[in-house]
């Protein structure tokens, strides 16, 4: 039997915010910073982008002041919760010189106690797409579980969309359904909150709640419907893997080559994305050494290079690598795709590129047999090179 929808008045987040920080939480939810809506350290309701929009197109984001002072009346930013669960730089090991020999210790510091607030349901989605990168196989990254073992998540379902976001394509959101300890829908005079977890359920039980009633039910699904009902861009999906894998010759991928910058803001942007290096970090004297993993992109040339050369020469390549991985063979990796919809790859695209248009465009024109991706014996890539 579910548990029952709570009404919480707007005065009461702020009771939220200390009573996870008296819990031993760092609260980490939307602010404002350099005119764009990031995810940074709440220690109030004050710091959330009250009475602020983002409006995104391909290649534009820029903020706006709404009519009413609501706390998540935005879409999403530049940011994803990925940067607190896979940080951008991360400790791997240590060695120390002594004068019996090199001595490698790894770091046992416990992780930080994350509270996340605002986290959308496109987002929810590419918490448990990294779920099965990070957890579901024979290797599970320690850094990741870690974190994501000790973290409280308040969701926040949509009532607003961006000309951007194609969730509804991906099967990710508006809606909130799963994988949150609260969910909140923000109406007029305050939250609807609906439980998740047993860890929700007692910290709500620690707050001034009521019973929702039948008005502020209806007003919740108006205000989610809006999100539903803004929604016009769509990717179909329809045999995608297929559709993208048979036409790795297709003239589009070197039309979009034309435009695209290699610039990596789309890998850096999305949820998903988990590509990473590993470098040998020394000190000055030379008797410390540092083992560092840091976020990569397969958009960067040297992210394939093995053998003497890179394997990817060509933006043609890198960006066909990116999207077929993205939308096609995640789903051999891992089961399922990897996009959520979010939208952030377009608008943060510094030309505009839209991965839901290259996928229509590939859509619209004739497959090519798998048997021409060969030529001369070669392989793709090396008839790149």
């Known amino acids: 039997m579910s548990l029952p929808v709570l009404?919480?008045?707007?005065?009461?987040?702020?009771?939220?915010?200390?009573?996870?920080?008296?819990?031993?939480?760092?609260?980490?939810?939307?602010?404002?910073?350099?005119?764009?809506?990031?995810?940074?350290?709440?220690?109030?309701?004050?710091?959330?982008?009250?009475?602020?929009?983002?409006?995104?197109?391909?290649?534009?984001?820029?903020?706006?002041?709404?009519?009413?002072?609501?706390?998540?009346?935005?879409?999403?930013g530049p940011h994803s919760w990925k940067k607190y669960l896979f940080p951008p730089v991360t400790l791997v090991a240590s060695a120390?010189?002594?004068?019996?020999?090199?001595?490698?210790?790894?770091?046992?510091?416990?992780?930080?106690?994350?509270?996340?607030?605002?986290?959308?349901?496109?987002?929810?989605?590419a918490m448990k797409i990294q779920d099965k990168v990070f957890l579901g196989g024979p290797f599970v990254d320690p850094?990741?579980?870690?974190?994501?073992?000790?973290?409280?998540?308040?969701?926040?379902?949509?009532?607003?969309?961006a000309a951007t976001c194609f969730c509804t394509s991906m099967n990710t959101g508006p809606r909130c359904n799963a994988g949150f300890d609260?969910?909140?829908?923000?109406?007029?005079?305050?939250?609807?909150?609906?439980?998740?977890?047993?860890?929700?359920?007692?910290?709500?039980?620690?707050?001034?709640?009521?019973?929702?009633?039948?008005?502020?039910l209806d007003r919740g699904t108006s205000a989610r419907q809006q999100a539903v009902d803004q929604i016009t861009k769509q990717m179909d999906t329809t045999g995608i893997r297929d559709l993208l894998m048979n036409n790795l010759r297709h003239p589009q991928w070197e039309d979009?080559?034309?435009?695209?910058?290699?610039?990596?803001?789309?890998?850096m942007v999305c949820p998903t994305c988990f590509c990473s290096s590993v470098n040998e970090?020394?000190?000055?004297?030379?008797?410390?050494?540092?083992?560092?993993?840091?976020?990569?992109?397969?958009?960067?040339?040297?992210?394939?290079?093995?053998?003497?050369?890179?394997?990817?020469?060509?933006?043609?390549?890198?960006?066909?690598?990116?999207?077929?991985?993205?939308l096609a063979t995640w789903q051999d990796q891992f089961g399922s795709s990897g996009c959520v919809g979010c939208g952030r790859c377009i608008t943060w695209c510094p030309v505009g590129i839209d991965l839901t248009q290259e996928v229509a465009a590939i859509r619209s024109s004739p497959s090519i047999s798998p048997a021409t991706e060969q030529v001369a014996g070669k392989s793709l890539e090396e008839t790149e090179s």
């Open 7 to 76: 009404f919480i008045a707007r005065s009461e987040l702020d009771q939220l915010i200390r009573t996870l920080a008296d819990d031993g939480y760092q609260v980490v939810g939307p602010t404002i910073d350099q005119e764009a809506i990031v995810y940074g350290d709440i220690a109030s309701a004050e710091d959330l982008p009250v009475g602020w929009t983002d409006i995104q197109e391909p290649g534009k984001y820029r903020l706006e002041r709404r009519n009413d002072e609501a706390c998540f009346g935005y879409v999403v």
């Open 96 to 125: 120390d010189r002594t004068k019996t020999g090199w001595q490698m210790s790894t770091p046992e510091a416990e992780p930080p106690r994350y509270a996340f607030l605002g986290v959308r349901a496109c987002e929810l989605a």
């Open 143 to 161: 850094t990741y579980q870690r974190r994501r073992s000790a973290a409280f998540i308040i969701a926040v379902n949509c009532t607003q969309a």
């Open 182 to 216: 609260l969910a909140l829908t923000e109406i007029a005079d305050g939250f609807l909150m609906e439980i998740g977890s047993e860890a929700g359920q007692a910290l709500a039980a620690r707050l001034t709640t009521a019973p929702a009633t039948s008005e502020q």
């Open 256 to 267: 979009v080559a034309n435009r695209c910058l290699s610039c990596t803001n789309c890998t």
């Open 281 to 326: 970090v020394p000190d000055l004297t030379g008797d410390h050494i540092d083992r560092e993993r840091s976020w990569d992109s397969c958009f960067n040339i040297d992210f394939s290079y093995m053998n003497g050369s890179p394997t990817r020469n060509s933006i043609q390549s890198r960006y066909r690598q990116w999207m077929t991985h993205k």
